[in-house]
C-alpha cells in the first residue's frame, strides 16, 4: 500500500496514518455488545419458554441493507445476547414483525459507525411513527446502539432525538474525539503544524484522484477508522477506496 506513494517523504508521511488506524475487531465489538445488553435485558421481564434456548422477546433492526455492515453487526448482537436471528429484520419489515408477535417487549437498533450523525437521524426521523405508536399501544422500549461514534456526530444525533422527541435510550461503547482527526488542530497522529499540513496536502492529492467527492472521508472527517468487516465512508478514502482509474488498491476495502 505504501509503495503507491511515491516519495520517501510522503510514504513516511501515510506510514503515521496506518500506524495511527483504530482497528475494531469482532471480538471487541462482541465484547461491547454484551456490555450493552446487560443494559437493555435489565429493563425487560423475562419469561422463559419451555423448549427455548434463546429468547424471541427482543427485536433488532440495522440502519443499511441485508447485506451491508449493519446487518452484520446486528446479527453480531443477536448471537452474543442470545437472541434467536429471526428477532433479526430490515427497517421495511419492522412494523409487520411487531404485529406479529406480541412477545416482543424490546426494540433495539444497532449501527456500527455514526461520523456526522446525519443518516443515523434520517434513519430514527423515518421511523419515529412506529416508535411512537408502538410506545403508545404496547409500551415497547426502544434502543439504539452504537459500536463507535465520532464526538461532534454523536452530538448531532442527540439533538435530533431531543427535536424529535423519540422516547428511545441511546448508547455508544465509545466516542471519538476531535483528537482522532488525522489533520484537524488537536491531530495525535501530526502534532507538528508542518508535518500534519503536508500529510493532509498528500492525503487530498490521492484523494481527490480515487473519489469525486469527499477525499478526505465523508463530511471531511479525516479519520483512520477500520472495522473488521470493513471500512467506514467517514475513514481517508486513501485506506478504503478502490480505483481502477488511476489504479489504486485500498488496504481496507469497504462492505
Known amino acids: 500500500w505504501l509503495e503507491q506513494f511515491p516519495s520517501i517523504r510522503d510514504q513516511r508521511a501515510m506510514y503515521k496514518i496506518l500506524n495511527s488506524v483504530r ?3 469482532n471480538s471487541f465489538v462482541r465484547e461491547k455488545m454484551g456490555e450493552i445488553h446487560g443494559i437493555v435485558k435489565r429493563n425487560i421481564i423475562r ?9 424471541s422477546d427482543i427485536l433488532i433492526s440495522y440502519m443499511d441493507g441485508p447485506a451491508k455492515s449493519g ?10 445476547a442470545k437472541i434467536y436471528v429471526e428477532s433479526v429484520v430490515e427497517k421495511g419489515k419492522i412494523r409487520e414483525a411487531l404485529e406479529n408477535s406480541k412477545k416482543v417487549q424490546a426494540v433495539v437498533f444497532v449501527d456500527d459507525f455514526v461520523g456526522t450523525g446525519q443518516s443515523a437521524s434520517e434513519y430514527l426521523s423515518d421511523l419515529s411513527s412506529i416508535i411512537r405508536d408502538s410506545m ?4 415497547l422500549k426502544f434502543y439504539f ?11 448531532n444525533l442527540e439533538k435530533a432525538i431531543e427535536e424529535l422527541r423519540l422516547p428511545i435510550e441511546y448508547r455508544t461503547c465509545e466516542i471519538l474525539g476531535e483528537e482522532a482527526k488525522c489533520f484537524g488542530e488537536k491531530s495525535t ?10 500529510a493532509k496536502k498528500v492525503a487530498l492529492t490521492y484523494g481527490k484522484e480515487i473519489v469525486r467527492k469527499n477525499p478526505l472521508g465523508y463530511g471531511n472527517l479525516e479519520l483512520a477508522v477500520v472495522f473488521e468487516r470493513g471500512c467506514p465512508n467517514n475513514s481517508l478514502p486513501i485506506l478504503w477506496s478502490e480505483s481502477l482509474t488511476p489504479k489504486w488498491t485500498p488496504l481496507f476495502k469497504r462492505d
Not at 136 to 139: A, F, I, M, P, Y
Not at 145 to 155: F, H, K, S
Request: without cysteine; charged residues 30%.
Open 145 to 155: 446502539i452504537v459500536v463507535v461514534a465520532y464526538v461532534q456526530g454523536w452530538r
Open 71 to 80: 446487518a452484520h453487526f446486528a446479527r453480531l448482537y443477536a448471537d452474543e
Open 189 to 198: 497522529v501530526f502534532p507538528d503544524l508542518n508535518e500534519r499540513e503536508y
Open 23 to 25: 482497528y475494531y475487531s
Open 136 to 139: 403508545e399501544n404496547r409500551q
Open 47 to 55: 419469561t422463559i419458554e419451555k423448549g427455548k434456548l434463546k429468547r
